[in-house]
């Protein structure tokens, strides 16, 4: 209910508030802001001095319609002035109107900073604090200067009280990650690490943050963090539900703890020391044991509480890769998650799933699950929990499933959203190439990629598809038969006549002693496609017809008609032209024998880094993990057996 | 780096009642951030989860009547206990509020500032036992 409180009331500041929302229209809510700035402006220039419950009040007025979207030029040095009260409601408006509406003026900062200075020497907690919480939440590199030296003192000191120490904690945090040059490491370092130890909980949290933070850029400094970390993790995990009465949270010990302290664990490699090492080992059992057990409560807050440790403790199994005992618990108990009532837990455990998928110790594991998950692809209704199982089953492939995979996924990719169908593709393309045993099977996926979603299908996917067919004398005669069965399709993508034009362009000889399909029936098929295509397509379409020329004479005159037609001569595309006129012109002047070199086979491509790879890579950005290529060790039965297939990403002019 | 990008609490016609932002973001900024996260986070339902994809980030968000509370984590943030981070969140406002509705959010909106500072700060969580923030809160209640 609303209440006006009893220790600072504020009614001018309530009545103003119910005035606004009492306007009938955005031109009646300008009015009254203006009339009240009006008032405001007039209270400040005053001959008679404001008392500090005034300016509270007007102040948070300024505040007030600032918040609401309109702009303030005046009332900072109002606010300034309220830092100097020794009234903490004053203070407070104070603190909070320059936090909100930070200003940049040199005189008001210096008078800020020393407002700062003054309540942080005062032995006040409750100054302390606003002021600590001040410079956590404006960081500017002013009071980083002003200041950066003095909190770590008060944060070690032995008389600073605990709720100060926790604000200085991440008050340095914040001006660590804005300054860092401004907060060098020093003896206060040490004794950060021992607030792991500290009594009050609240203290913990707060150091195990700064140190998080602090370890990654100087960890040998914080690595005596790692046991303490370990003990007091273990000491919480173990606990009674008596023990830690505060913060016990719907019958779980310190779940927010808990999970900064793996978080924190997460930054060291698993610890040298192996009673370190054991005791942690232990540690996780028992997450994982307790996440077996019957829950305490059927309140979602305690499951969720539970398995916020639960999922931050399986993060530290995986990024420890060393117990293959604990990683295939983890394997399991996400198992179990991917059938849950709640599609948080779905959601969750395939991604997390994911990330167990490329160790060596439970990629066998994760196997396993590959019905669920393709189930999940079906039937889960929230898109981005589908997305996570496409995510899996990528990460999960491997030769013995490769072919269940991808047929998984092109019917995934039929009623997939739009905006994860390149996604998608560029996954579907990887893994035919990769895993590829049989390349006939690795032509007819590309195909069908590009029949179910064509225009998903980059430059990328069907140059590789055709470098491929070029460099494996084996499947050539096999992907000119199927592209061109594929062409009689009445409506068929771009992307097809341009894949269909150039390998029947290279391999049509391949399939022309059929008379299904003889070179001019292969001709008039291409052709038929011509005036449907864009340019570039035609383009290569022209010099698809003069391979052909050289190919198979029989067809020359044929195609000397098409090229010598208006149409193409005087094609207003220059490209177009160009090719029409030179291929005629060759055509009719060169012989057999030059005809044959210039229009000879193409040799095949050099090997170099997949540019479909680098496309997903770029498209997912630089921390997804893409399983087959970031962390995977592939160990015996896994190894990709066969050559690397060339994947030049030269721009062949087709 | 992992930390809390800001928190929204809006309600569902797209009324900011509480933003709290732990990066620098300029004015127009923010506004373009808020009206995204509304467009985003109304149009979930029941079946979907309670976490979104959000630009470079993701949003973990819960609705409680008619307001939305959004939390701004890194993609690698722990889902679950910024959820619980959340609905310990909205305990102690309703036991500070005594049965909190959104009226009381915005006629002491000064106050939330408070309440927020004593469980989040720099972007990361600060104090977690309701009991001890809110004994704290009473104590600076009863400050002049």
């Known amino acids: 209910m609303p209440a006006v409180s009893k220790g600072d009331g504020m009614r001018g500041l309530a009545v103003f508030i119910s005035d606004i929302r009492n306007c009938k229209s955005k031109e009646a809510e300008i009015k009254r802001i203006n009339k009240e700035l009006a008032n405001i402006r007039s209270k400040f220039k005053g001959d008679k001095a404001l008392d500090g419950y005034s300016k509270k009040k007007y102040v948070c007025k300024l505040l007030f319609i600032f918040l609401l979207g309109h702009d303030i030029d005046f009332g900072h040095m109002e606010a300034v002035n309220l830092l100097s009260s020794n009234r903490y409601t004053e203070k407070q408006i104070g603190y909070l109107f320059i936090s909100v509406l930070v200003n940049s003026n040199s005189e008001l900062i210096r008078l800020i900073n020393n407002a700062i200075k003054n309540d942080l020497a005062s032995r006040n907690p409750t100054f302390m604090g606003l002021a600590l919480h001040c410079i956590a939440n404006v960081g500017s590199r002013e009071m980083a200067e002003a200041f950066a030296g003095e909190i770590p003192k008060i944060l070690v000191a032995g008389d600073t009280m605990d709720s100060v120490k926790q604000s200085a904690a991440l008050c340095l945090l914040r001006l660590y990650r804005a300054s860092p040059d401004l907060v060098p490491m020093g003896d206060w370092t040490s004794r950060v690490v021992h607030l792991l130890n500290d009594q009050h909980l609240g203290v913990v949290t707060a150091a195990t943050s700064l140190i998080t933070t602090l370890a990654q850029k100087n960890p040998e400094e914080f690595k005596t963090s790692v046991s303490l970390a370990v003990s007091r993790l273990s000491r919480i995990v173990t606990s009674a539900s008596t023990d830690l009465q505060d913060y016990t949270y719907y019958f779980v010990p310190a779940p927010w703890l808990s999970v900064k302290l793996l978080r924190l664990l997460q930054c060291y490699p698993p610890p040298e020391d192996p009673a370190v090492r054991g005791r942690l080992a232990e540690c996780l059992e028992t997450v994982l044991n307790k996440a077996q057990e019957p829950p305490k409560s059927k309140k979602v807050q305690h499951s969720n509480a539970r398995n916020a440790v639960l999922f931050e403790a399986i993060s530290l199994i995986i990024h420890h890769d060393s117990e293959p005992n604990l990683l295939v618990r983890a394997c399991n108990q996400l198992g179990q998650f991917l059938q849950h009532r709640e599609t948080n837990l779905r959601y969750l455990a395939l991604e997390s799933m994911c990330t167990l998928a490329s160790s060596e110790f439970s990629h066998e594991a994760v196997k396993t699950h590959i019905e669920t998950v393709i189930n999940a692809l079906k039937t889960e209704r929230d898109v981005s929990v589908r997305q996570r199982a496409v995510d899996l089953l990528y990460a999960m492939c491997d030769r013995s499933n490769a072919q269940q995979i991808v047929a998984e996924m092109l019917s995934y990719l039929e009623t997939a959203d739009y905006a994860i169908r390149e996604e998608i593709v560029l996954k579907v393309a990887i893994l035919a190439e990769k895993y590829a045993v049989d390349y006939t099977w690795y032509v007819d996926t590309i195909l069908n990629l590009i029949r179910v979603a064509g225009d998903y299908v980059s430059e990328e996917v069907w140059y590789r598809v055709i470098q491929i067919v070029i460099n494996r004398d084996d499947v050539q005669g096999y992907a000119a038969k199927t592209v061109f069965e594929a062409l009689q399709a009445p409506a068929c993508h771009e992307n097809l006549v341009k894949v269909g034009g150039y390998i029947l362009g290279e391999f049509g000889n391949l399939i022309a002693g059929d008379p299904r399909s003889s070179p001019l029936t292969q001709f008039d098929l291409l052709h038929s496609k011509f005036h449907l295509c864009s340019v570039p397509t035609r383009a290569l379409l022209l010099s698809a017809y003069i391979k052909f020329v050289n190919l198979f004479p029989e067809v020359k005159p044929t195609i000397q008609d098409v090229l010598r037609s208006d149409s193409q001569l005087k094609n207003a595309d220059v490209e177009l032209q160009q090719r029409a006129v030179e291929y005629l012109r060759l055509s009719s002047v060169a012989s057999t024998d030059i005809l044959a070199t210039v229009l000879e086979e193409m040799p095949p491509f050099p090997e170099r880094e997949s540019s479909i790879l680098a496309k997903l890579k770029k498209k997912k950005g630089p921390s997804t993990v893409t399983g087959l290529e970031e962390g995977r060790r592939e160990r015996g039965a896994d190894v990709n057996g066969g050559p690397e297939p060339a994947p030049a990403s030269a721009t062949v002019c087709l | ?144």
């Open chain 2, 1 to 144: 780096m992992v930390w809390i990008r800001f928190i929204l609490i809006q309600n569902r016609a797209g009324k900011t009642r509480l933003a709290k932002w732990y990066m620098q973001f300029d004015d127009d900024e923010k506004q373009k951030l808020i009206e995204e996260v509304h467009a985003v986070v109304t149009v979930r339902d029941a079946k979907h989860t309670n976490f979104v994809e959000f630009r470079n980030f993701k949003i973990i968000y819960r609705r409680y009547a008619g307001l939305y509370f959004c939390i701004c984590v890194d993609v690698n943030d722990n889902n679950l206990a910024y959820l619980e981070a959340i609905h310990n969140f909205v305990e102690v406002l309703n036991e500070y509020f005594h049965n909190v509705c959104e009226l009381d959010l915005v006629f002491n909106f000064y106050k939330v500032y408070t309440v927020v500072d004593e469980m989040f700060l720099a972007g990361e969580i600060r104090e977690t036992s309701q009991t001890k923030v809110l004994k704290q809160l009473l104590m600076l209640q009863s400050l002049e």
